[in-house]
């Protein structure tokens, strides 16, 4: 092939005899190993260079056995570079018929050539900027997976985060709320007795007060207090008092129903409000009371620990109307037992014959129409 191409290189140069010298010498040694186009692009530079220095008949051997070899193995392209070298032959000879032919010819395989040659290069073309679609795309989800794992990480920290965070608020909360319901607690019950409170006391007695006048209902108060229990706490000392404290509530709070309300008023002194009772029920009710703390034995033994209690009752009705007279009637009926000898319970005394109970303000100067529970 490079004798082809140098051959051809001469005739581009104008050296026409030493390609015509050079390409005989090589083409009457022919070989027919050499290939068809091969031989055909010998054969097509010789006939451009007998045409080049004149010798037609020469130039149109070489060029017609050129395009036979071409056309027989259908090789269109290299056709279409041999036809203006006919077209010019024919030209030269004055053949124009045939010169007009191989120019034709010339003119449609060009044509042709370039016809397929942008068809080539559109596809190639299209080709391309699908490549470099498929390569804009795939650098988008690049970029997009890579976002998409950036936020996907973000969003695990956001949440540990918050996950944490809301832990931390949920712990804070429960402690503020077990701290609100400690202190809820201890203001609600006293904390040695676990009965009510002073304050919590007053509330649910208030509560029940205007709940019975409501529904006109009897309600009974009692008042109790601890006989001589400065006594114990100075005898056998203040642990011993407390644990006494501490019993009186249970006995009294295992003898009442839980609808009956029992608070410690203050010191030994003690507050029980019975809804729907009326005096003679809380008069008993009382009795219970008082012989069940005379039954408190100490789990250790200390001897002359005697415990009991002074008890006042006194019952809602259209003189005493409120919480605050209840109590008072009912310590002033507490004095009396106190008064006539502890260890008793002391109530406002119901009239004869009408069926009401004396007004309670009266009590301290009507000793005798007290009701008593006799000394033992
Ligand atoms: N251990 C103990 N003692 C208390 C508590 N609260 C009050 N006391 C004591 O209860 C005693 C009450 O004594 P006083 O008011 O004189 O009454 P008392 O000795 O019971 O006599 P009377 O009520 O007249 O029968 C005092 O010594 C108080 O210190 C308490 O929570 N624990």
């Known amino acids: ?168 608020l949920v712990l804070t909360v429960m402690g503020v709320q077990r701290q609100k319901s400690k202190i809820k607690a201890s203001l609600e019950t006293d904390t040695l007795t676990k009965v009510l409170s002073r304050v919590s006391l007053m509330e649910s007695c208030t509560k029940a007060v205007a709940e019975a006048k409501r529904r006109e209902q009897p309600l009974s108060l009692v008042v109790f207090d601890l006989d001589l229990f400065k006594r114990v706490n100075d005898t056998f000392g203040h642990a011993v008092g407390d644990w006494v404290l501490k019993t009186v509530s249970s006995v009294v709070r295992t003898s009442i129903r839980d609808k009956d309300i029992l608070g410690r008023l203050g010191g030994e002194e003690f507050v029980i409000c019975l809804p729907n009772t009326d005096i003679e029920q809380a008069r008993q009710l009382s009795e219970r009371c008082r012989e069940g703390l005379e039954r408190i034995i100490s789990p250790v033994a200390i001897e002359n620990l005697d415990i009991s209690a002074s008890f006042g009752v006194a019952r809602l009705d259209d003189t005493v109307d409120s919480l605050d007279k209840l109590l008072m009637t009912a310590d002033k009926c507490l004095y009396q037992a106190k008064h006539l000898g502890r260890n008793r319970v002391v109530t406002v005394l119901e009239d004869e014959g009408t069926g009401d109970y004396k007004p309670s303000m009266g009590l301290c100067s009507l000793q005798a129409e007290l009701v008593q529970t006799p000394l033992k």
């Open 1 to 168: 092939m490079l004798r082809a191409l140098y051959i051809g290189v001469l005739t581009s140069q104008g050296r026409f005899d030493e390609a015509i010298e050079y390409g005989v010498e090589f083409y009457s040694s022919q070989d027919a190993d050499q290939g068809y186009e091969y031989l055909s692009t010998i054969e097509h530079a010789l006939g451009k260079a007998f045409l080049e220095i004149g010798d037609f008949e020469q130039s149109k051997r070489f060029l017609l056995l050129a395009e036979n070899r071409l056309r027989n193995q259908g090789l269109d392209e290299n056709l279409r570079e041999i036809y203006p070298t006919l077209f010019k032959l024919y030209y030269s000879l004055g053949e124009f018929d045939s010169s007009y032919q191989y120019g034709k010819l010339a003119v449609e395989h060009t044509e042709k050539f370039a016809r397929d040659a942008l068809d080539k290069s559109m596809v190639f073309e299209m080709a391309k900027s699908k490549y470099l679609d498929f390569e804009n795309r795939l650098a988008i989800a690049e970029k997009n997976s890579l976002e998409a794992e950036y936020k996907y990480k973000q969003s695990l920290v956001f949440l540990g985060w918050s996950t944490l965070a809301c832990v931390l």
